[in-house]
């Protein structure tokens, strides 16, 4: 049986020192180093075999911290792990102690097509895998064909739509081998809850970004527009979900969703879940009272329905640890998880999976604080995120 950990990691902003990526923010060549150095340890006690990264603007800033990652997991190994010499070198202790180290793994990194000039720049998502990858990772940003989102007026008319051509960030999709199969990896950051103001032309900016002069109705449409972003690109990434599922394909989907678990772009991702019967449910084209699913259809359902609905790693662990304390992210006196790695059912046992199971869940926020306290630290050098990450323990066959 080969065991595999896999975890998302938000990073919050990954970029060289005396860049700026941001309007007017950087990192001095000292907060670099601290930054850094945080986030190779947080790395090392991860230890994880396949991670996925949010929020990095450069490869090069990503491929120094895995360096020294390494470095610092190295000296770890030359203190708690004994020499080949010592007959007790193999305990689960030793094991457990032991990081593995990334010289051999792959790394694929996926730029934002948005990325501009200093100041302006975008964030990517990258993929690092101990396994390797079968074939090219794919990127997901610019779609083909416009998507175009209509909607029916309540009197019957047409009632507009909504489009979007590009994603405010790009999903990565990468193949990696694992247990003797091989399954479909998604990294994800949808776009976040920041309102989308639209700036008129010839204006320097909108002008709902001017808090001296706020307007609340301007800015609650601004939230509107991200919202409907954020959903559609969900949607947009349900097709591909949906398209590696009917292939047969094993599936990992992890990152920053920006909502958490029972957010309608969520659900969205995860997919609908099953009602107990459809028998005793009305047909869509019902005739008459009694005229509702048969026995046989209603299995036909279930199984539609559950062959392409993915379960949260969360929700998995919560049930079965019976505890309720998991959190990515703090901010304004609200502690929720918005970073998730949802599997499909072929990791879930219950659901019908044969192809491994989740042993235990991690999630790393101990340096996460409420920002609406008096007191909490700015966490411009650490991340505004818990990392998160499911043990699993996959089938040879």
């Known amino acids: ?65 895995i360096e020294e990652a390494d470095e610092i997991g190295e000296e770890s190994n030359e203190v708690s792990v004994p020499d080949r010499s010592k007959r007790y ?54 779609l083909s064909e416009p998507l175009d989102i209509p909607f029916q ?57 001017d ?9 609650a449409l601004g939230s509107a527009r991200a919202a409907l972003r954020r959903m559609a690109e969900a949607w947009v990434l349900r097709g591909e979900i949906v398209a590696e599922l009917k292939a047969g394909h094993p599936v990992i989907v992890m990152g920053d969703f920006n909502d958490s678990e029972h957010a309608v772009s969520s659900e969205i991702i995860a997919g609908e879940k099953a009602f107990k019967n459809y028998s005793w449910m009305l047909r869509h084209n019902a005739k008459a009272s009694n005229d509702r699913y048969s026995r046989e259809e209603n299995e036909q359902i279930q199984e539609a329905i559950g062959s392409v609905q993915l379960h949260s790693a969360e929700k998995l662990f919560v049930k079965k640890s019976l505890r309720d304390m998991v959190y990515t992210s703090a901010f304004g006196g609200v502690f929720e998880s918005i970073d998730q790695i949802y599997l499909s059912r072929h990791f879930v046992p219950e659901a019908g999976g044969k192809f491994g199971e989740m042993e235990y869940f991690s999630v790393l926020n101990d340096h996460l604080t409420d920002g609406s306290h008096a ?21 040879d066959e």
């Open 211 to 219: 808090l001296a002069n706020y307007d609340a109705v301007g800015r």
């Open 153 to 209: 007026d309540m009197g019957g008319g047409d009632g507009g739509h909504y489009r979007i051509s590009r994603l405010s960030r790009p999903i990565i999709k990468a193949r990696v081998p694992m247990g003797g199969d091989v399954v479909t990896v998604f990294n994800t950051h949808l776009k976040s809850k920041l309102g989308e103001f639209v700036r008129p032309e010839a204006a320097e900016f909108a002008p709902e970004f």
């Open 375 to 395: 007191e909490a630290p700015y966490n411009k050098l650490a991340s505004d995120h818990g990392q998160i990450m499911v043990h699993l323990a996959l089938n």
């Open 89 to 142: 070198r193999k305990r689960a202790i030793f094991r457990k102690l032991s990081y593995t180290g990334y010289k051999d793994a792959a790394l694929a990194f996926a730029p934002n097509v948005n990325d501009g000039e200093a100041g302006h720049r975008r964030p990517g998502v990258a993929i690092l895998s101990r396994f390797g990858f079968e074939g090219t990772p794919e990127v997901i940003q610019d």
């Open 1 to 65: 049986m080969q065991r595999a950990r896999v975890a998302s990691f938000n990073v919050k902003n990954l970029i060289g020192a005396d860049k700026e990526y941001y309007k007017f923010q950087q990192y001095t060549e000292e907060e670099y180093a601290w930054k850094s150095d945080w986030l190779a340890e947080q790395i090392v006690t991860m230890d994880a075999d396949v991670v996925g990264f949010q929020e990095i603007f450069e490869e090069a800033a990503l491929r120094d911290v």
